[in-house]
Nanobody, 127 residues
Framework: VQLQASGGGLVKAGNSLRLSCLAS????????MGWFRQAPGKEREFVGT????????YYAPSVKGRFTVSRDNAKNTAYLQMNNLEPEDTAVYYC?????????????????????WGQGTEVTVSS
């Protein structure tokens, strides 16, 4: 499956932004979807994930309560709604898809769980 992330941009702290990840090439349904981010000079870190049918989500502590991951299987699209953005959220955001069996939601926080990655979309939050 090919992934195309979009929706990044420059926003002020406290504002919101919604990222989209459009999947193409094959059915979107069998994939667990995840979002990661990478700030300059830092390693890629987990943001959140949503299960195949969208009924369960899991978040990094740093974004829990502010970010929401969702998906619309009819549109082959996953979303990352980011509210109350902080300058520390500045990063390139990547969506990822995994066809692997998910035994525990925490497993989806690992980059190694995913076998498909999008190209990234940049988010800059000014203070």
């Amino acid at each position: 499956v090919q992934l195309q992330a979009s929706g990044g941009g420059l926003v002020k702290a406290g504002n919101s932004l919604r990222l989209s990840c459009l999947a193409s090439g094959r059915s979107f349904v069998p994939y667990v979807m995840g979002w990661f981010r990478q700030a300059p000079g830092k390693e890629r870190e987990f943001v959140g994930t949503v299960t195949r049918n969208g009924d369960s989500t899991y978040y990094a502590p740093s974004v829990k309560g502010r970010f929401t991951v969702s998906r619309d299987n009819a549109k082959n699209t996953a979303y990352l709604q980011m509210n109350n953005l902080e300058p520390e959220d500045t990063a390139v955001y990547y969506c990822a898809a995994s066809s692997l069996y998910l035994n525990d939601l925490a497993d989806a926080s690992r980059t190694s769980f995913y076998n498909n990655w999008g190209q990234g979309t940049e988010v800059t939050v000014s203070s």
